[in-house]
């Protein structure tokens, strides 16, 4: 049949070159007719049509199922687009089908791979026909990917469905429309005490729960019992569901179940099929016995509570009252605050800050402070305080409403610290009386500090004086001494030179007399005389030994004078004085410790006589001398200068020493200060110096620079004012130039 239909001539003008236009050109080769091409094409089926080999044919249906173009399914042999797996199924069944010429072959399953890469399921059936001698297969395919798919999501729910059933922590069953158990999960069986195997497919799920026959909430589910029906069954306690649509939920008691009873609480829901028939129920039941155990032993305790509360009240409600009569009638000022705003206060507060008919609530606390800085510095110290949830203690000056300055002690705590916003409580005490006490106390202590320091000052300073003046007298006792036996050896060297001349005189006129004119004996002896002493050299010599004698006594008499010039015990009063000698003098005096430390310059001016205590000026020149000479190191220079400005004499002592620090420079003046190693210096040098020049209304300055030198500028007034003359006379004692020399060498 198959032969004659394909044998019959289709070659017609209508049909010519169908065969291109359906095959897409001449890929598809001409070993059909054209007309089947156009059929097949026009066949919404997908359809592919090969011989023993390859592929011969595929319509467009086929083509996007397969995803291969015409060219790539025409070059590939026809099982080339099953899985690898499924290729010998699909040769094995296209080889039989080519050999049943005369039936349909049936049906069956192949798995394709997609020129995409995707694995299709597919349905395939051949039809044998022979054209020309040739058997050729038609083979229909239909594509069963989306339905295995579904038919897999839908055994999958239904596992997935019965394991949620079945592995759920909350106890369920499931009753068909026949009320027939189909579902007992293992919570259910546990909460019971019923197994699944004995319940499944039974139609008395009611025996679990009850011992005489009743429906359950899930059978009045399916009977779609009325309201009625349920409130007969279950009264009150069964209500609707807020979550599910035409569910009901009971709470209730079943005596009968384990343990003496159990309280479930249990909700039923429609099973309903695609057209919306009640096809059974599902209910949930849980075990809240131990809830309504807690929920009534928590009524009992919130009884008791309550009763304790009560109680309770009325204890705080007195302490409260005795707490506000406390706060009123305390003998300090309480009050809280919040929002920079006082809150409340009480009647102390209120007479501390003369508040007089004004109430402390709602005044700002700016009112009681005396300027805005008082109250950013309270604010400075209390906030890191307080936000840390420390009590403050602090005292400062408040104001009262009328203007009077208190001094206030506070203590401070926050209510809440945690809280945003919260208030504080302040306690306010009133130390105004104690603090005037206080400071009176402070300013005596600080003027007897004082006083302590200067008697204690002029002690040391008597003491060291005191200590002191036997040596002053005893150098001007020296001095006076010396000058005695240099008295009188002066005047025995004058009278020796006027004793010497006239002997060498007579010698010489002996040795130019002939030898023969003096007797012999006397000629002998001056000749012997002659030859021993050699007279010549003796000649010449002694007048040069009372020359240097003569030099060495006026040297002693110039340091005889110069120390008491220094120390001027015979001139312990006020004096015009030449400050240049002055300066000479002493540095004659200190030249032992000055000429191996510096080489001493001098730049004096022309000065006019100065009034003055010329000793005491000689103390301070002596101190600034050696104390620059002490200040070098090693070798270094020492500059004198003096110069006139104005109706002052200016004195200058520049070394070029190691200098000092702005520290040391600022306490040099300070009695007992010393960077001297302990044993070398007293203190007291430069604080007497000071204590001088103050006397004689002058003033010191202190220029100094380290490692560069130091340089100490005085200046004395020409004439000091009137009272300075009687204040400085007072304090020059014969003492005075030892205790100088020893304060100099410290």
Not at 382 to 396: I, T
Request: charged share 25%; with cysteine; net charge negative.
């Amino acid at each position: 049949m198959n032969t004659l239909l394909f044998a019959d001539d289709a070659g017609t003008d209508d049909v010519a070159g169908a065969p291109e236009a359906a095959a897409g050109g001449s890929v598809w080769p001409d070993a059909l007719p054209a007309a089947l091409y156009a059929a097949w094409e026009a066949v919404t089926t997908p359809v592919l049509v090969h011989d023993d080999t390859r592929v011969v044919y595929a319509n467009g249906a086929g083509l996007r199922l397969l995803g291969y173009s015409d060219v790539q399914l025409a070059t590939m042999r026809f099982d080339g687009w099953a899985t690898p797996e499924h290729q010998p199924l699909l040769r094995d069944y296209a080889h039989a089908a080519l050999g049943q010429t005369d039936q349909l072959a049936p049906a069956m399953e192949i798995e394709a791979l997609t020129g995409s890469g995707v694995v299709r399921v597919l349905e395939l059936t051949a039809r044998s026909f022979v054209h020309e001698s040739r058997p050729f297969n038609v083979m229909t395919l239909q594509d069963l990917s989306d339905m295995r798919f579904v038919q897999t999501s839908l055994l999958n729910v239904g596992r997935v469905l019965h394991q949620i059933i079945e592995n759920s922590p909350v106890a369920s069953f499931v009753l068909d429309a026949e009320h027939r158990v189909t579902h007992w999960n293992a919570a259910c069986a546990k909460l019971t005490g019923r197994d699944g195997t004995d319940m499944l497919g039974s139609d008395e799920a009611w025996t679990a729960f009850y011992q005489e026959r009743r429906p359950l909430l899930s059978d009045m589910i399916i009977h779609s019992a009325s309201h009625e029906d349920y409130e007969r069954a279950y009264g009150g306690a069964c209500r609707r569901s807020a979550i599910v649509d035409n569910a009901y939920e009971v709470e209730s008691y079943f005596p009968d179940m384990q343990d003496g009873g159990r309280w479930l609480f249990f909700t039923a829901a429609p099973l309903l099929d695609a057209q919306g028939k009640v096809v059974g129920a599902i209910e949930t039941l849980q075990d809240v016995t131990q809830r309504r155990r807690s929920d009534e032993e928590l009524r009992r305790h919130r009884a008791e509570l309550e009763d304790l509360v009560a109680e309770r009240t009325a204890e705080l409600l007195l302490t409260h009252h005795e707490l506000e009569a406390f706060l009123e009638n305390a003998s300090v000022g309480i009050i809280t605050t919040q929002g920079a705003r006082i809150q409340r206060g009480n009647r102390k507060f209120a007479e501390m800050f003369e508040l007089g008919d004004e109430l402390a609530g709602g005044q700002p606390t700016r009112r009681f402070f005396p300027n805005e800085e008082s109250l950013r510095s309270l604010l400075a110290v209390a906030g890191p305080v307080l936000k840390r949830g420390d009590s403050l203690r602090h005292e400062m000056e408040l104001v009262s409403l009328k203007g009077k300055r208190l001094w206030v002690q506070l203590i401070a705590y926050v209510a809440n610290p945690q809280a945003e916003t919260t208030h504080t409580w302040w306690l306010l005490q009133d130390r105004t009386e104690e603090r005037r006490v206080q400071m009176a106390l402070e300013e005596n202590f600080e003027r007897i500090k004082s006083t302590n320091t200067r008697l204690e000052e002029a002690q040391n300073q008597l003491l060291q004086a005191e200590k002191m003046a036997s040596i002053g007298q005893l150098a001007a006792g020296v001095a006076h001494e010396i000058n005695n036996p240099i008295g009188f050896v002066s005047s025995n060297l004058h009278t020796l030179r006027g004793y010497v001349e006239p002997v060498f005189a007579l010698l010489d006129e002996l040795r130019q007399l002939p030898p023969q004119s003096l007797p012999d004996p006397a000629a002998r002896d001056l000749k012997d005389l002659d030859k021993r002493i050699d007279l010549d050299f003796v000649k010449e010599d002694l007048p040069q030994l009372l020359d240097e004698s003569e030099d060495g006594l006026i040297r002693v008499k110039k340091i005889v004078q110069d120390l008491k010039d220094f120390s001027r015990v015979d001139h312990a009063e006020w004096q015009d004085a030449n400050l240049n000698a002055g300066l000479d003098s002493t540095l004659n005096v200190v030249m032992n410790e000055v000429k191996y430390k510096a080489e001493v310059k001098r730049d004096y001016e022309d000065l006019p006589p100065v009034r003055c205590i010329a000793a005491q000026l000689n103390q301070v020149f002596m101190n600034l001398i050696v104390n620059a000479a002490h200040a070098i190191p090693q070798r270094g220079e020492i500059r004198l200068r003096t110069a006139v400005e104005g109706e002052w004499v200016r004195i200058e002592v520049e070394d070029t020493g190691s200098g000092m620090t702005e520290d040391v420079r600022r306490r040099i003046f300070e009695p007992f200060f010393t960077t001297k190693p302990v044993g070398k210096g007293t203190g007291l040098g430069l604080s007497l110096s000071y204590s001088i020049i103050q006397k004689h209304a002058g003033r010191v300055e202190v220029e100094s620079t380290p490692g560069v030198g130091t340089t100490f500028k005085v200046w004395i007034p020409i004439r000091p004012p009137s009272g300075a003359g009687e204040v400085a006379a007072v304090q020059a004692t014969p003492a005075s130039a030892a205790l100088a020399w020893a304060a100099g060498r410290a």
